[in-house]
Antibody, heavy 120, light 107 residues
Framework: EVQLVESGGGLVQPGGSLRLSCAAS????????MHWVRQAPGKGLVWVSR????????IYADSVKGRFTISRDDAKNTLYLQMNSLRAEDTAVYYC?????????????WGQGTLVTVSS | SYELTQPPSVSVSPGQTASITCSGD??????ACWYQQKPGQSPVLVIY???KRPSGIPERFSGSNSGNTATLTISGTQAMDEADYYC??????????FGTGTKVTVL
């Protein structure tokens, strides 16, 4: 069974940092592009970042560029999101999602999400 | 920046057809996909590459995409289809965009 399990969320003060992890299983992790998507409470889905299959290419939404870093460890089948200089508006459930084997595409499946709350 | 606009809500009677639109500039030149999200749950892909259904998605879900509008159609809508639905497309392959979301209510 293809599964994605996020962890690392929690309460952090404005200006602080947090690292999210997404453990993948049930598929050849190293073959797939991976994504982070977030959803603020009661709001819609917002794409955050993407990394290609070999980790050589990353892209970010303008709202997080320069503050967030996506990375992957294929030996551990794990995707990461390092979040620095956090702001109140970064408060959201963060989902990891499997992308395609090449190029932009759809997201399937999604993890269960991890909640990040930025507040003093 | 590229935007995808959906109606905030759609109401449908059980057994009837629900149509959810997603509008964006020249959206028909891009691939659109659709996600279903029930309260407290993660999104689930229901349509990809405009018209394709993933394994396990019922045949009552179908999609189309032409001009500036992509459409998700739920035929013979059931109570279990009550959820939020989001369209998604890529802008120049470098920025993923989600639609504003549509709440489907089965009355």
């Amino acid at each position: 069974e293809v599964q994605l399990v996020e962890s690392g969320g929690g309460l952090v003060q404005p200006g602080g940092s947090l690292r999210l992890s997404c453990a993948a299983s049930g598929f050849t992790f190293s073959s797939y592009w991976m994504h982070w998507v977030r959803q603020a409470p009661g709001k819609g889905l917002v794409w955050v970042s993407r990394i290609n299959s070999d980790g050589s290419s990353t892209i970010y939404a303008d709202s997080v560029k320069g503050r967030f870093t996506i990375s992957r460890d294929d030996a551990k089948n794990t995707l990461y999101l390092q979040m620095n200089s956090l702001r109140a508006e970064d408060t959201a459930v963060y989902y990891c999602a499997r992308g395609s084997v090449a190029g932009p595409g759809w997201f399937d499946p999604w993890g269960q999400g991890t909640l990040v709350t930025v507040s003093s | 920046s590229y935007e995808l606009t959906q109606p905030p809500s759609v109401s449908v009677s059980p057994g009837q057809t629900a149509s959810i639109t997603c509008s964006g500039d020249k959206l028909g030149n891009k691939y659109a996909c659709w996600y279903q999200q029930k309260p407290g749950q993660s999104p689930v892909l229901v349509i990809y590459q405009d018209t394709k259904r993933p394994s396990g998605i019922p045949e009552r879900f179908s999609g189309s995409n032409s001009g500036n509008t992509a459409t998700l159609t739920i035929s013979g809508t059931q109570a279990m289809d009550e959820a939020d639905y989001y369209c998604q497309a890529w802008d120049s392959n470098t920025a993923c965009v989600f639609g504003t979301g549509t709440k489907v209510t089965v009355l």
